[in-house]
């Protein structure tokens, strides 16, 4: 591609224009080349990440289904090797649902894990400042929350969101996963299972010896919530807590 045809994808990128979107990305990830972007964006960039199986694709799922209910608007990006986002049911059928050119107001886009632009982190932060031009209102990036570029990732969101679950990723195995100093606010998925509660006073003694965090120079201690995201129980508490987060 040449130079022009780069911006003018890009143009079209920024006026909305969701196919555009889809094939700029494809564009970074084929050829590692980043577009020349230096506007920044009024999205909520949401990092969530956890250990695999806690929830986090569910929690995304949950989380479309409330900001579609209130009118807003949301990209989701997912870097997830271990379960790639066609292969969920639950986000499976929502792509089903909203893979319309007409509904503008959805992107979900899995993205390939080996790039040209030196690893996961480097091409999703790329992919990312793409997005923050199409001019959604949120924009959702699901990572496991594993290694080192993971981690990466989730210092460029504005919020992160780390998702456990009872008898899996625990206190310890969160804290050895660097979960626990990076998380702007807890969940606690599948409260629907026993042990929910005990995960949950774990992790809150855990945080306590975190690093203090700060909101707009005030002071934020991150909530550690329940729920339950197959459900939907906790959801919109969980967006409260999302958004009082960006507020401070
Ligand atoms: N019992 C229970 N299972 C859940 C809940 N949320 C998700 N799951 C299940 O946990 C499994 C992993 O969910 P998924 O969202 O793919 O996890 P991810 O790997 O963290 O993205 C799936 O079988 C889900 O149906 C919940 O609230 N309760
Ligand atoms: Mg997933």
Do not use: C
Not at 41 to 59: D, E, F, M, N, R
Not at 126 to 133: D, E, H, M, R, Y
Not at 173 to 192: H, M, P, R, T
Not at 231 to 241: A, F, H, I
Request: net charge negative.
């Amino acid at each position: 591609m040449s130079q022009s045809d780069n911006t003018e994808l890009l143009s079209q990128v920024r006026n909305g224009d969701r196919q555009a979107l889809a094939k700029a990305i494809t564009v970074i990830e084929n050829t590692g080349l980043p577009f020349e972007i230096n506007e920044s964006a009024g999205a909520q960039v949401i990092g969530i990440t956890g250990a695999p199986g806690v929830g986090k694709s569910t929690t995304v799922d949950a989380l479309i289904k409330l900001l579609r209910e209130r009118n807003f608007s949301v990209a989701v990006l997912a870097v997830d090797p271990s379960s790639p986002i066609s292969g969920g049911a639950l986000l499976g059928d929502r792509i089903r649902l909203t893979d319309h050119f007409t509904d503008s107001k959805v992107f979900i886009r899995s993205l390939a894990t080996r790039g040209h632009l030196g690893g996961l982190s480097a091409s999703t932060k790329a992919v990312l400042q793409l997005v923050k031009t199409a001019k959604f209102d949120f924009i959702i990036v699901e990572t496991v929350g594993v290694g080192q570029s993971e981690v990466e990732v989730m210092r460029v969101v504005d919020t992160v969101l780390v998702v456990l679950a009872p008898g899996m990723g625990d206190g310890i195995q969160a804290s050895k996963a660097g979960l626990l100093e990076i998380g702007d606010i807890y969940l606690v998925n599948k409260s629907d299972r026993e042990g929910a509660d005990q995960t949950a006073q774990d992790i809150s003694r855990s945080i306590e010896m975190s690093p203090p965090k700060t909101v707009a120079g005030k002071p934020w201690i991150p909530p550690v919530l329940l729920g339950a995201m197959q459900n939907g129980t906790g959801v919109v508490e969980l967006m409260d807590g999302i958004e009082r987060h960006r507020n401070g």
